[in-house]
């Protein structure tokens, strides 16, 4: 593993042997939360009722999210 790590990084596909782990860590993760929010996207198709998605439907939840964006952003700023 380490040759093919080393032989990674004299291609030129990485500067150094840390950025090619750094990246696999960050793959990993992105991996992850793609995992997990699919299984909360396929638990909440399960749950309550079902709703049509309408032009107000999305009207309704960007504005939530934004809501919950500034609310966020303020509290971070504090």
Excluded at 40 to 47: D, N, R, V
Excluded at 60 to 73: G, I, M, P
Aim: aromatic share 8%; no cysteine.
């Amino acid at each position: 593993m380490k040759q093919f790590v080393e032989e990674q990084v004299i291609i030129g596909e990485y500067s150094s042997t840390s950025e090619y782990m750094r990246e696999l860590v960050r793959a990993d993760q992105k991996r992850k939360a793609k995992e997990e929010f699919e299984q909360t996207m396929l638990a909440s198709l399960s749950e309550g009722e079902s709703e049509e998605a309408t032009p107000e439907f999305w009207n309704t939840l960007r504005a939530e999210f934004d809501k919950r964006s500034n609310a966020r952003q303020i509290v971070q700023a504090a």
